[in-house]
């Protein structure tokens, strides 16, 4: 496989996990699917969309960030008219965000399910944020196509169960081992 394929597979893969950890994330109270599985996929997204990262610098900029900032300024400029390389840094904090967040996990898993929901909130409105944008801002096609069905996906799901009453929990349950 060469270069622009593994940068491509590397993001799409990331983002499959993504939408699958969301997924799950909010399918919770309906769907009880062991903490484990939902951390490794978490885990894994965050694993490949490092993977893309590095891909990206090495078989597009050559590791040189000064290229990369200028590929994604001229990229930008063709988008939206407007030259603008800060792009990258966005993507270089959503990966130490997404470290953070799975090293959090796994490091104090008590701590990590007790954290503030506004908290979830930021973490995931960042990454759909960055994702909506790269896939159907800047993309054309069939990724800006696969793009609009994640997000109605997500969409149609947070609807469903938003306005479907959750349901209670028996006291043989624990809290989510």
């Keep these: 496989m060469d270069g622009p394929l593994i940068t491509a597979w590397t993001i799409r ?24 599985t939902r951390r490794v996929v978490w885990t894994t997204g965050c694993l490949v969309f490092l993977a893309h990262i590095a891909a990206g610098m090495h078989f597009y900029h050559h590791w040189d960030h000064g290229h990369a900032y200028e590929a994604t300024a001229q990229q930008t400029e063709d988008t939206l008219g407007i030259r603008f390389g800060g792009g990258i840094y966005v993507n270089h904090l959503m990966a130490i965000v997404w470290v953070g967040d799975v090293l959090w996990w796994w490091l104090a898993p008590a701590s990590y399910r007790q954290r503030s929901p506004r908290w979830e909130q930021i973490i995931v409105g960042f990454f759909l944020f960055i994702a909506f944008n790269g896939l159907v801002v800047f993309k054309e096609g069939g990724l800006r196509i696969a793009g609009i069905l994640g997000f109605s996906v997500l969409a149609i799901t947070w609807l469903a169960l938003h306005f479907v009453t959750k349901p209670a929990r028996s006291l043989a349950e624990t809290s989510d081992p």
């Design 13 to 36: 893969i990331a983002l499959l996990a993504l939408l699958a950890s969301l997924l799950l994330r909010m399918a919770w109270p309906w769907w009880q699917v062991a903490e484990r």
